[in-house]
């Protein structure tokens, strides 16, 4: 049987999604709680994507094939159990063999926070990234992200380690807006490079402060170099949000 999940984890402690010997990743957490309750090391899941160090996600998505026939409370609680406090599982239920957690995948939304106050909570330090003296403008923000929407090549726009030679992606939904003290960018498209969202993020905030002007981001783009982007944005005001399917 295999079995699709909606994962949902504090990315702080963890050196990113994907395992590697000896760090702490939570794709090594689920793991291990699996094949501990399989009492099986062969058993192993498959995620949506991975996300680095430091990325937090509210719905992320798995599947693992399972010989066991339990109900979604039953996995829910069994899993959890097993699992520490910074990695949840939220739903799980079983889906067809044809379902792959990655490459059945139609879509995924992130979201990117900022907050604008004077001075950040020790308690949100982790979670949105601190704007201190800088004061982005929401509107020249706004007018960049509209040369991002539609179908591109983002070269400019993803890591240089980026193995995948095809980077040609749409973008369906980009918006960025202010809520109380905080600034939050969402986006949501067809798939995403590596680091492109936070490549995305550090671009738009660039404009924002005014070392960039909005009609510049669709230069950056057309220029397929990742050079001309600047800085990628820090890991921790980054979310997935979540994963759409075909279902």
């Given at each position: ?157 993803c890591s240089s380690q980026t193995a995948t030679s095809n980077k040609v992606r749409t973008i369906r939904m980009l918006e960025i807006e202010e809520k109380n003290d905080d600034l939050i960018l969402t986006i ?60």
């Open positions: 049987m295999r079995i699709k999940a909606t994962v949902s984890y504090d990315g702080t402690q963890f050196s990113g999604y994907q395992s590697q010997p000896k760090m702490r990743t939570v794709q090594s957490e689920i793991d291990k709680a699996l094949r501990k309750m399989h009492k099986d090391d062969s058993i192993h899941s498959v995620a949506s994507g991975r996300t680095d160090a430091g990325v937090h996600a509210w719905g992320q998505v798995i599947h693992f094939d399972t010989p066991l026939n339990l109900t979604e409370d039953s996995w829910l609680m069994a899993l959890n159990v097993l699992l520490p406090k910074d990695i949840r599982i939220l739903s799980a239920h079983p889906v067809s063999e044809e379902f792959h957690a990655r490459y059945s995948a139609k879509g995924k939304t992130y979201q990117y926070r900022w907050t604008r106050k004077p001075i950040q909570s020790p308690f949100e330090r982790n979670y949105s990234v601190h704007l201190g003296k800088w004061n982005p403008d929401l509107k020249r923000m706004q007018e960049g992200a509209v040369h991002l929407l539609g179908t591109h090549d983002f070269t400019s726009f949501e498209g067809d798939g995403f490079l590596y680091n492109m969202v936070r490549t995305i993020a550090g671009v738009l905030y660039a404009v924002g402060i005014g070392w960039d002007e909005p009609c510049q981001v669709a230069e950056i783009l057309e220029a397929r170099d990742r050079k001309r982007a600047g800085k990628t944005a820090p890991s921790h005001g980054l979310y997935l949000m979540s994963v759409t399917y075909g279902e």
